[in-house]
């Protein structure tokens, strides 16, 4: 086992979330260094240690999969879009929104390392030491609308998520001012269908395979006791002003 890092005085700053709607798409606008602006992409710090998820994500897996697997997506992202200044001034959820617009010729790298980005920042985000006994706030009230119940919700969320065959994730999205559940293959994001998302989960082997090996099932369940719902109600908030 590699000793955890000591990540405790890495802090990541809240990024403004601006909400951006078109006849194309509808999309959650995440301003992030070196993507809002033509300088190159760069790998976020964890808001927390690489240990403080435990015992539902172990320290090891947390820096495979942050300290290798994102800084990966940010390198081959970079690479990519070297001489495309104009791809490099975009917010990174509206390149990935708007992947018509990428040359074929880097299309598909970009929206898997692009899109491997955007999701991780947005994971590492969406979870948080002990957040599955926060308050759900509004969030938590149109969920129960939606789904009828909170259990309904997490029942139709694993399944979703349990079911994505082979490597992807599971969002909780926005999806014309509705909320809605959607799998999405590899590291395809909801705003390339024109959703919002506000909750995900990578089911990626790397993200459990560590600690729960092959019962994606269990790290689905486990996985509701990290959940960031301060985060998430800022998303939806965000989402619907």
Do not use: C
Not at 33 to 38: E, L, R, T
Not at 105 to 111: G, K, Q
Request: charged share 20%.
């Amino acid at each position: 086992m590699m000793p955890p890092k000591n990540t405790s005085k890495n802090t990541i700053a809240r990024r403004e979330l601006l909400v951006v709607s078109s006849a194309a798409v509808v999309a959650s606008m995440i301003a992030m260094p070196g993507v809002a602006s033509a300088q190159e992409a760069s790998l976020p710090p964890l808001p927390y240690p690489f240990d403080a998820l435990e015992p539902v994500i172990d320290a090891q897996t947390m820096e495979i999969h942050h300290d290798r697997h994102h800084q990966g997506y940010v390198d081959k992202l970079n690479a990519a879009l070297k001489g495309h200044s104009d791809l490099q001034a975009k917010p990174l959820s509206k390149l990935i929104a708007e992947l018509d617009q990428v040359p074929e010729s880097i299309r598909t790298t970009v929206r898997n390392n692009g899109g491997g980005h955007l999701n991780h920042t947005l994971f590492w985000q969406m979870m948080t030491p002990g957040g599955g006994k926060q308050n759900r706030g509004e969030v938590g009230k149109a969920i129960d609308q939606a789904f009828g119940s909170f259990d309904e919700f997490k029942t139709q969320f694993a399944t979703a998520a349990t079911g994505q065959f082979g490597s992807g994730w599971g969002w909780l999205v926005l999806d014309g001012g509705k909320m809605a559940i959607v799998g999405t293959p590899n590291q395809d994001n909801p705003v390339t269908m024109g959703k919002v998302p506000l909750l995900g989960i990578d089911v990626w082997e790397h993200a459990y395979y560590l600690k729960y090996l092959n019962k994606r099932a269990d790290y689905v369940n486990a996985w509701f006791d990290v959940v960031n719902w301060d985060f998430v109600n800022e998303m939806y908030k965000n989402a619907k002003a």
